[in-house]
């Protein structure tokens, strides 16, 4: 909302600088987004008498034009074809600043020659002062224009833009800002004058009103005007309406809005005549009627839409928009203005279902009180017919089906204190709310019933009463202190604890974190094989349409962006919620990691095929046996990635989630040119086994032997299996592989795998004896069971 | 015998002065002092003499084999000296050389920036919760005050999920703000409250610099008997100071929110113009960087809590914001667009 200074400067008085006024009235609620200053930089510039034309002697088309500037009369070289004399004028002397006609630059105002006549100053254009873009002629200011005045005092004002919150439509009118403005800094608010001669014949001869929905329409004022000329509003109307954002139109329109913008409440002006049968129904609308709103688009109604009609149909939606057909008109004689008050829930229901915001309906959504409507109703009559010289009917048009009661709220000091943790004194209270217009009785000794006054639609409360309070005195006086109760008990949420651990591991083993989109495209979601994930019903674009039911193609996405400039390893985590749909519920939400690894990073272990597969199981591992859970992997398949190159993760008997080499075809259609490794877990399935209780257990008192054996197995069989066997021993704490091969010292099939086995025991030193004992018994074993033979 | 000690002694510390290792001192003690040595050869011979010759020629023996050692460690030590100073000056190298590299991850500046402000905030006695973001109307607007068509709705531009009741109702949003974790916490306990909820949150916004779809905020909520605006305000002031340093000025004014009253903005002020007004603060020298404000009743008596035993506030900010000014990000998308080159500064 644009306020115009001046502009209210009419219903109270401006005691603070802009600047701090700005402050106070950002402080209690009111913020002030932008101040735009009409008129700065207007310095030697004032209000002058056109006293003297001659023509220029050198030049037809210039003219000599003498000022009278009140001390002075200077003479300039003026091209304007408008000059005329007795104009008044806005003169700029010499050294002014002024914005150049043609360059549009801001140039400083020199005694100049002009075709040899000295100019001693300059009579302006609109376009030089700032104003507008006209610059075929001089602006010409009305006759009442006090010669001498600064231009800056006469035309200068400032704009406020405001930004009202909801609950306060009362704030949407210069009125609501002239309150708010007397209650910060004490000063009086007076209302606009709304008295006005009734001449014609009684209105209710010429026009009726019936309300067949009080329920969406709880009053409806109306007045008719005849002999009214539609014609141009005047100058100061026009201004004020393009102050505040508006645009000007005629002086009836101009008018509704003018007393829109200072009341707050939304007036609408039929023609009269075309108000079949003089009678106005205010109803809901048939299923399928149909209506020309104002804009020129043709709108299909519903029941749910109230509407303004005549006897033969609908003529405006009700507090959303007029219609075309009774639009006022150059040709219109007689109005019939309309102030009324309609339900603010079925506004909002009718203009977002038609697509349709306007002024009128942005204010009734937000709640008006009925008691506007025949305030603004006069002052619009009033106003009218002063510039239009018309004549209006006897009375008013006033139904007013619904009547409310006048809230009184019950405030206690104590109350006050309790919510604002601030003592303020009963009278305290009885001026802070009385100076918004509250009436204060006192009820007992610190306690005052409060009537709230009737453009407050949003005091319902004590709460808000105390809200009045604090925001007047200002919230810079509220004291400071600490919660001092008790501190409530700890709920444990273990996942979340869990969730920053993974974070700070994976970081810690040279994973970057990255957070993806949560809404995904179909597509992306179809090339990481998944389907039937939760739909946006109004997404703003198809790339964020579905709700991911996995992390993986977001991983994928940012590794195929990162690769074009990447040289190196990239290797990138992201713990996040996946949303599995069900049926009529909420989606279950899940916490997975996923990871993905590309291009080696630390030297391996072994040489040989496998890729970065290991790098990612390495981190895998490391991360369980930090989290102190016990994994296994098993070979698996999975639809993003490699058969025989994917594994999935076992805690005990519970999957947890799942490692392998991206599909070549995945990588393709996610335009990933390396290979790529990745991993998914479910932290929900792995919380469970953190809680596991950890116990100590003793360091080993006796020595160990160790002993590297060699062994020669199928090709195809997994190493876990001698791993095993190996560590199945009572006497062997590990079993570590540290070399494979396969090649020419080994029979073809086969390969050979080679350990580092500690054997240990808990209660005593073993002899060389037993260890090659136990060793033979191992072997037995392996040959038994999967055919190994030692290597020589 | 005395003269062949003389003998074996001057001989002795002769040699001893040309050795240039510690390989031929050793040479040097077996040859001098060794169980075959020439000292010992020497006091070999003493058994064949009489008493009293062995008494002088043996005291004589042994002042020279003290001596002899006292040269050997003397020799010795001078030689470790020089050896190591030799392997030292050997050992130079290239310190300027780079590190065997470690892999280094990071975390998202998201991720720490949440975890910062939780722990301020645990850090007063309050508990990390977090809720879903698939949320019910109910939750996300209907109990926090906000009921269907109310004119505050403009101020959540929502994202709805395809999903639609017998009704032909859309129950199912993605949350706009924290807050419905309010009313969930609220329903599952009783007073004393005190919990932050960090989470996304989404808003059907087309992206700028400015604006995401998807972001993140942290919800706060205390209730108790006898919390006052004040305690809000010393809160807030209190993690504004943890977050933001001693020296930021810290601003409090009024500001509407359905769900709150009264209700609060916070601000601070601006970190790149101080105050004095630029184009981030949009000339006012304050940027707001927080709503806030007490529990509303109506909050409150739909969850259960008798409004005129408990009161609460309840506060929400918005994450990458704080991050932006802190760092100095101009472009929001930046976040969640993952570039390296952009997660690898934080």
Known sequence: MKVSLNWLRDYVDITLPTKELAHRLTMSGTEVSGIEIIGGGWDNIVVGEVIEVKPHPNADRLRLATVNLGTESPTSVCGAPNLALGQKVAFARIGAELIDGHSGERIKLSPSRIRGVLSEGMICSEKELGISNNHSEIMVLPDDAPIETPIGDYLGDVIFDLDITPNRPDCLSLVGIAREVGALTGQRVHLPEDDYPEVGPPVDELASVHIADPDLCSRYCASLLTDVRVAQSPRWIQERLIACGMRPINNIVDVTNYVMLEYGQPLHAFDYQKIRGGRIVVRRAGDGEVLTTLDEVERTLNPQTLVIADEEGPIAIAGVMGGLGSEVRGETTSILIESANFNNVSIRRTSSGLHLRSEASSRFEKGMNPDLTILALRRATQLILKLTNGKAAKGIINVHPVKREREAISLSTSEVERILGMDVGIDKVRELLGSLGFECKEKAPSELMVSVPYWRTDIHLADDLVEEVARIIGYDEIPITMLHGEIPTYEPEPIIPLRERVRDILAGYGLQEVITYSLVSLGMLERAHSSGAVRVANPMTSEQEYLRTTLRPGLLKALSSNEKHEDGAIWLFEVGRTYLPREGDLPEEREMVCGIISGPRIAPLWPGGGGNFFDAKGVVETLFARLGIEVRFEACEDEVLSPGRTAGIFAGEKRVGVLGEVHPRVSESFDISRPAFLFELDLGDIAPYTSAVRRYSPLPRFPTSVRDIALVIDEGLPSIRVKGIIEGSPLVSQATLFDIYSGEQVPGGKKSLAYRIIYQSPSRTLTDEEVNQEQERILGRLHRELGATLRR | ?346
């Open chain 2, 1 to 346: 015998m005395l003269k062949k000690l003389d003998e074996i002694k001057s001989k002795a510390i002769l040699e001893l002065g040309s050795v240039g290792g510690l390989n031929s001192l050793e040479d040097w003690r077996v040859r001098y002092l060794g169980r075959k040595g020439e000292l010992t050869n020497v006091l070999r011979g003493l058994a064949s003499l009489s008493l009293d010759e062995r008494k002088v020629i043996g005291a004589s023996a042994n002042e020279v084999k003290a001596l002899l050692e006292a040269h050997l460690e003397q020799k010795r030590a001078a030689l470790k000296e020089h050896e190591l100073s030799m392997s030292i000056e050997l050992g130079r190298i290239d310190v300027t050389l780079p590190g065997h590299p470690l892999p280094c991850g990071r975390l998202h500046p998201t991720t720490q920036i949440v975890r910062e402000i939780c722990a301020a905030f645990v850090a007063m006695g309050f508990q990390v919760v977090e809720g879903p973001e698939v949320e019910w109307d109910y939750y996300n607007f209907e109990a926090l005050n906000i009921p269907p068509y109310h004119p505050a709705r403009d101020m959540w531009a929502t994202l709805w999920i395809d999903y639609e009741t017998e009704t032909g109702e859309r129950p199912m949003l993605l949350r706009t703000h924290t807050s419905p974790m309010q009313i969930r916490v609220m329903e599952r306990t009783r007073p004393p409250v005190r919990v932050v909820v960090p989470g996304k949150v989404y808003r059907y916004e087309a992206t700028d610099a400015t604006h995401e779809s998807m972001f993140y905020q942290i919800e706060g909520l205390a209730v108790d008997e006898n919390i006052t605006l004040a305690d809000l305000k010393g809160t807030l002031y209190e993690f504004a100071r943890r977050l933001f340093g001693q020296e930021r000025k810290v601003r409090f004014r009024c500001d509407y929110f359905p769900f709150v009253e009264p209700g609060v903005e916070l601000a601070i002020d601006c970190f790149l113009c101080g105050g004095r007004g630029c184009r981030v603060c949009n000339e006012t020298g304050w940027i707001e960087i927080m709503g806030a404000g007490m529990v509303h009743p109506n909050v409150l008596k739909r969850v259960g809590y008798d409004p005129s035993i408990y009161t609460g506030f309840a506060f929400g900010l918005g994450v990458e914001r704080i991050i932006m000014l802190k760092y100095g990000i101009d472009d929001i998308r930046l976040f969640y667009g993952n570039d390296l080159r952009f997660l690898r500064q934080f």
